[in-house]
Structures are given as structure tokens and as C-alpha cells.
């Protein structure tokens, strides 16, 4: 008998990972995504029952909270208020005359759908809105999978999606948060890019815009999608240039979505009668750290590095952040991803660095970056993916410690 051949004919070293191997593949692609989602949400809920176990009562829930009052804490607390009263006609202030934290932060589409669901069922805010999130989630992960398909091969696809599942914030998906409801849209709204289905795209850009404020960042998104085609079509994987009738469907697009971004605030204003209510309601939020300032275009970033570090070490920093961004998203591998998953990503950073004051928050706003995961996919070394995924894991413990568990004297909400 030949060496390292069984009477089968079959090596003997990898026999059973090369059975398997075909085995698994034969597994439909969404039944492996849901069940990487499923196990993925098991661990971190493993996590959130340990916090929860050592919860202390707060001015969210009595000690040892239920996972489900334990997973409907800080925003939580503002979508439950939305989905059983509604927004307030009249913003609160406190003796500086100041708009004090209230509900117009918080786009309708999330807590609206829970409120109907909650009509429907007669179940309880928490169950609602927790089970709204875990079913977002799971569709979010297999949008990604087609959406890393496009562009991967399998292997890498199914990795994508892997650390997709398994990122330090991925807690999102299985609490009382817009999130999971946002990058689902958001991911299916990227996807229609990539195929070029703009009038599919219409209703869920209007749907995205109404649950997660990324309107303006998907215009922006558009503009430099667009621009690119009409410098070099190639950039965009056309054969043909840009013409008037080819720009009219992307256009449209842009112009919903600019819309959408701005017609939050313009119902805030309607509401309340505040010409600046949404913006104002925004900035409560950032005032315990630098007080009371006007919204100045691409000025939060440096206020919120130089509060944080000092300066000059905050700009400093914040220099640094940019160009590793730029260079993360540029380099030559990074193009394997397709130039629509790079633009989102550099028109949401802008975005995020024109209105966002970065906080302890920042890590979940940084959540619709999600499609780079592609680049970060692409080593193949088993040793690097064992250890991204740890890391991953590892850091949603850091992230929950310091972000959604609460000690008493907590000032970083997640």
C-alpha cells in the first residue's frame, strides 16, 4: 500500500477534515451565516447574564436585572419612552434656558415599529423591542454575507461575516437599540448600490433615514459614488461612461436621501415650534463634557480630542486616526472590497467628523463601518483569524465593562 494512502484510496492525514469539508459546503450559505449569528449571540449573552448577575440597582433596573430589563438600559430607556408616549411638544430646559436630554434625539422607525408590535402582540416593551433587534441582526448578518460575496471569495466571505457576528459591539444586536434595524438597511441599501437597483433602493433609503440619522452620509456617499463613475468608470466596475440618463437614477437617490436627513429636524421643529430643536436636543448630550457650543461644522472632532488628550496631543492624534483611516481604506488590498464599500466608508467617516462629538459612544457610532470587515477578512493565515476573532471577543467584554454595565458613578454610556 502506497504511503499515506488507506485501502480507500484517501489520505490518511486530513481524511475527516476533508469529509467535512464537503460536508459543509453542501450546507446552504444562510444556514451557516444564521447559525455563526445564533452562536455568536449566545457567547455575548453569556456575557451580558455575567454583568448582569453582579448589576447593582440603578436608575435603570433593580439589582440582578432579567437579561431583558438588563438589555433595555440607557437608549433603551429613551425608545421605550418614545414607543409607549411618543416625542414631546415641548422640549425640556433647565435654568440657563439650556434644551436638556429628551426624545427628539431618537429617530421613529425603530421605536414605532416595537410600539405596533407591542400593540399586536401584548407583549412587554423589553421582549418587543430585544426580539426586533435579535431578528434585525440576523437579517443584517446575511445581507453582509451576499454583500462580501460580491467582492470574496468564500472563505474570506464567510470570515467577513464571522468577525461581522463577533465584533466589540456586536452586544447591539441583542438589545433595545436602533442599531441592528439601521445596518440591516443600511447593508441592503449598499447591496442595491453594488447591483445597481437605484429605484429598489428609494424605499429603503426613506426607511434608513427614519430609523439611524445616516441620510446626509448616503447622499455624501452617492455624490462621491457618482463623481468616481464620472472620472473613470472602470473605478466602478462600468464599461460605459456617465451620461445624463445613466445619472438621473443615482441622483434621485441622493436627492431622497439628502431629504430624509433633513426632514428629522425639520419635524422636530414642527413639533416643538424650535426652529433648532433636533440640533439642540443633540448637544445636551455633549455639554457635560465642554458645555454649552454652537454646532460648528467639522469643529466637535477637534473639541472632542483636545478634551480628551489636550492639545496639541489631541490633534496630534486625531491627524493620526485620519491618515491610518486613509491609508487603511487606499492601500492595494483594500481594493479587493470594490470601490462602493471604500467610498461609504470615507463618506461616513466625513460625515461623523462634520456633526459627532466623539464620546464613549463612539465605538457603537462607528457600527455602519461594518462592510470594511471585508478588508480586514482577507489574511488567510489561520493563526492571524484565531486571533482576530479572540481579540474581538475579548474586547466586547472591555466594551461592555466600561459601556453598558453600570457602577454607580457611570459617565460613559455605550
Given at each position: 500500500?502506497a504511503?499515506?494512502?488507506?485501502?480507500?484510496g484517501?489520505t490518511r492525514?486530513?481524511t475527516?477534515?476533508?469529509?467535512?469539508?464537503?460536508?459543509?459546503?453542501?450546507i446552504?450559505?444562510?444556514?451557516?451565516?444564521?447559525v455563526?449569528?445564533v452562536?455568536?449571540?449566545?457567547?455575548t449573552?453569556?456575557m451580558?447574564?455575567?454583568?448582569?448577575s453582579?448589576?447593582?440597582?440603578n436608575?435603570?433596573t433593580?439589582?440582578r436585572p432579567?437579561?431583558l430589563?438588563f438589555?433595555?438600559?440607557w437608549?433603551?430607556?429613551w425608545?421605550r419612552?418614545i414607543a409607549?408616549?411618543g416625542?414631546?411638544?415641548?422640549?425640556p430646559?433647565d435654568?440657563a434656558?439650556h434644551?436638556t436630554?429628551?426624545a427628539?434625539?431618537?429617530?421613529p422607525?425603530?421605536?414605532?415599529l416595537?410600539?405596533?408590535?407591542?400593540?399586536?402582540?401584548?407583549?412587554?416593551?423589553?421582549f418587543?423591542a430585544?426580539t426586533?433587534?435579535?431578528?434585525?441582526?440576523?437579517g443584517?448578518?446575511l445581507v453582509?454575507r451576499r454583500?462580501?460575496?460580491?467582492?470574496l471569495?468564500d472563505a474570506r466571505?464567510?470570515?467577513?461575516?464571522?468577525?461581522?457576528?463577533v465584533?466589540?459591539?456586536s452586544?447591539v444586536f441583542?438589545?433595545?437599540y436602533?442599531?441592528?434595524?439601521?445596518?440591516?438597511l443600511?447593508?441592503?441599501a449598499?447591496?442595491?448600490?453594488?447591483?445597481?437597483?437605484w429605484?429598489?433602493?428609494?424605499?429603503v433609503?426613506?426607511?434608513l433615514?427614519?430609523?439611524r440619522?445616516t441620510?446626509?452620509?448616503?447622499?455624501f456617499?452617492?455624490?462621491?459614488?457618482?463623481g468616481?463613475?464620472a472620472?473613470?468608470?472602470?473605478w466602478?466596475r462600468?464599461s460605459?461612461?456617465?451620461t445624463?440618463?445613466r445619472?438621473?437614477?443615482?441622483?434621485?437617490?441622493?436627492?431622497?436621501?439628502g431629504?430624509v436627513?433633513?426632514a428629522?429636524?425639520?419635524?422636530?421643529?414642527?413639533?416643538?415650534?424650535?426652529?433648532?430643536?433636533?440640533t439642540?436636543?443633540?448637544?445636551?448630550?455633549?455639554?457635560s463634557?465642554?458645555g454649552?457650543?454652537?454646532l460648528?461644522?467639522?469643529?466637535?472632532w477637534?473639541q472632542?480630542?483636545?478634551?480628551?488628550?489636550?492639545q496639541?496631543v489631541?490633534?496630534?492624534?486625531?491627524?493620526?486616526?485620519?491618515?491610518g483611516?486613509?491609508?487603511f481604506v487606499?492601500?492595494?488590498?483594500?481594493?479587493?472590497v470594490?470601490?462602493?464599500?471604500?467610498?461609504?466608508g470615507?463618506?461616513y467617516?466625513?460625515?461623523?467628523?462634520?456633526?459627532?462629538f466623539?464620546?464613549?459612544?463612539?465605538?457603537?457610532i462607528?457600527?455602519?463601518?461594518?462592510?470594511?470587515?471585508g478588508?480586514?477578512a482577507?489574511p488567510?493565515?489561520?493563526?492571524?483569524?484565531?486571533l482576530?476573532?479572540?481579540?474581538?471577543i475579548?474586547l466586547?467584554?472591555v466594551?461592555?465593562y466600561?459601556c453598558w454595565?453600570?457602577?454607580?458613578?457611570?459617565?460613559?454610556?455605550?
Amino acid at each position: 500500500m502506497a504511503d499515506g494512502l488507506t485501502s480507500a484510496g484517501t489520505t490518511r492525514r486530513g481524511t475527516v477534515p476533508v469529509r467535512w469539508r464537503a460536508r459543509y459546503r453542501t450546507i446552504p450559505w444562510w444556514v451557516r451565516t444564521a447559525v455563526v449569528y445564533v452562536l455568536a449571540r449566545l457567547v455575548t449573552g453569556g456575557m451580558l447574564l455575567a454583568f448582569a448577575s453582579v448589576q447593582p440597582a440603578n436608575s435603570f433596573t433593580g439589582a440582578r436585572p432579567s437579561y431583558l430589563s438588563f438589555a433595555s438600559v440607557w437608549d433603551g430607556a429613551w425608545y421605550r419612552v418614545i414607543a409607549t408616549g411618543g416625542y414631546p411638544s415641548t422640549l425640556p430646559v433647565d435654568a440657563a434656558g439650556h434644551v436638556t436630554e429628551n426624545a427628539w434625539a431618537f429617530m421613529p422607525a425603530y421605536p414605532f415599529l416595537v410600539r405596533g408590535l407591542m400593540v399586536l402582540s401584548g407583549a412587554s416593551f423589553e421582549f418587543v423591542a430585544v426580539t426586533v433587534s435579535l431578528a434585525a441582526g440576523l437579517g443584517a448578518a446575511l445581507v453582509f454575507r451576499r454583500l462580501a460575496g460580491r467582492f470574496l471569495d468564500d472563505a474570506r466571505a464567510s470570515f467577513a461575516t464571522l468577525l461581522f457576528c463577533v465584533a466589540p459591539v456586536s452586544a447591539v444586536f441583542q438589545v433595545a437599540y436602533a442599531e441592528s434595524m439601521g445596518l440591516f438597511l443600511l447593508l441592503v441599501a449598499l447591496l442595491l448600490v453594488v447591483d445597481r437597483r437605484w429605484w429598489a433602493m428609494l424605499p429603503v433609503v426613506l426607511l434608513l433615514g427614519m430609523t439611524r440619522p445616516t441620510g446626509l452620509a448616503f447622499a455624501f456617499f452617492l455624490v462621491l459614488f457618482v463623481g468616481a463613475w464620472a472620472i473613470r468608470p472602470a473605478w466602478v466596475r462600468e464599461s460605459e461612461p456617465l451620461t445624463l440618463r445613466r445619472l438621473v437614477p443615482p441622483g434621485v437617490v441622493a436627492v431622497v436621501s439628502g431629504l430624509v436627513g433633513l426632514a428629522w429636524p425639520a419635524i422636530a421643529w414642527a413639533a416643538t415650534g424650535v426652529p433648532k430643536a433636533y440640533t439642540d436636543t443633540e448637544l445636551a448630550w455633549r455639554s457635560s463634557y465642554i458645555g454649552w457650543k454652537e454646532l460648528v461644522p467639522f469643529a466637535p472632532w477637534v473639541q472632542g480630542f483636545g478634551w480628551w488628550f489636550r492639545q496639541p496631543v489631541g490633534g496630534v492624534l486625531l491627524a493620526v486616526v485620519l491618515i491610518g483611516f486613509a491609508a487603511f481604506v487606499a492601500m492595494p488590498a483594500a481594493r479587493r472590497v470594490g470601490l462602493e464599500l471604500r467610498l461609504w466608508g470615507v463618506a461616513y467617516l466625513v460625515y461623523l467628523l462634520a456633526v459627532f462629538f466623539p464620546q464613549s459612544s463612539t465605538w457603537r457610532i462607528l457600527v455602519p463601518l461594518a462592510p470594511l470587515l471585508g478588508i480586514v477578512a482577507l489574511p488567510r493565515s489561520r493563526v492571524y483569524r484565531v486571533l482576530v476573532v479572540a481579540v474581538c471577543i475579548g474586547l466586547q467584554w472591555v466594551w461592555l465593562y466600561h459601556c453598558w454595565w453600570i457602577d454607580g458613578y457611570d459617565w460613559t454610556p455605550p
